[in-house]
């Protein structure tokens, strides 16, 4: 495992003291679920998910060959979450990400995406498979190799995205899309999604929904 396993954490702040993450490794080897433990933080499935979690403050350089192009890596994000509650991700400066900024899955709830810079990213800013109470503010995502934001609840999701909170982020360019919502026909409820106030210089807001 190259990731900071946060299975059954509690009560943690993860403060960087102007530390620099390397993570090294070839998050597109050994399939989906191999790299949740190429993320810089992770709460892999199956196992106890972390409650009251901060992660403040690092720089994160990932080993994305080519940035800003979708990879197949998808878990491996700077922070990958299978449920967990009351986390905060703040003040991250990341470049490399195969993966997303946040991957938000199996009811994660009570999350704080806010004031981060992701240089690039493989995938999307936030991707919300399957949470609720989510707030993502203030935050620049300059080149994101699929969206910027991503709400795709899975068939087999345990349910779907709700109370989501999207403000004030600067986006530079995406591959796919400004946002996307549920691409695969999931048939899981979406609701209460507020996109408010955000400015992209590079694309456009450029909004796919897909619930068939």
């Known amino acids: 495992s190259s990731c900071m396993d946060l299975r059954a954490r509690h009560n943690l702040y993860f403060n960087s003291n102007a530390a620099t993450l390397n993570n090294v490794a070839d998050a597109n080897a050994g399939g989906l679920w191999a ?3 190429s993320a810089f933080f992770a709460s892999p499935f199956p196992g106890t998910p972390p409650t009251h979690i ?3 403050g690092f720089v994160a350089i990932g080993a994305n060959p080519a940035p ?3 990879q197949t890596g998808e878990n491996a994000g700077f922070v990958t979450l299978y449920g967990g509650t009351y986390i905060e991700v703040c003040n991250i400066t990341a470049n490399g990400l195969y993966g997303d900024l946040a991957t938000l899955n199996q009811r994660a709830s009570n999350i704080w ?4 810079h992701v240089i690039d990213c493989g995938r999307s800013g936030v991707s ?3 949470a ?3 707030l993502v503010e203030s935050n620049a995502f300059d080149v994101c190799g699929y969206c910027v934001l991503d709400i795709e609840p899975e ?5 779907g995205v709700s109370d989501l909170l999207f403000r004030a982020n600067t986006v530079g ?3 796919n899309s400004f946002l996307s919502i549920d691409g695969v026909h999931s048939g899981q409820l979406i609701s209460d999604v507020t996109i408010d106030r955000n400015v992209v210089t590079g694309s456009s807001l450029l909004t796919v929904a897909s619930t068939g």
Do not use: E, F, M, R
């Open 173 to 175: 360019t995406w591959a």
């Open 68 to 70: 800003g192009t979708i």
């Open 155 to 159: 068939p087999s999701s345990v349910a």
């Open 132 to 134: 609720a109470g989510v």
């Open 54 to 56: 901060k992660i403040d």
């Open 113 to 116: 995406v806010h004031d981060n």
């Open 128 to 130: 919300a498979v399957c």
């Open 35 to 37: 790299s949740q433990l």
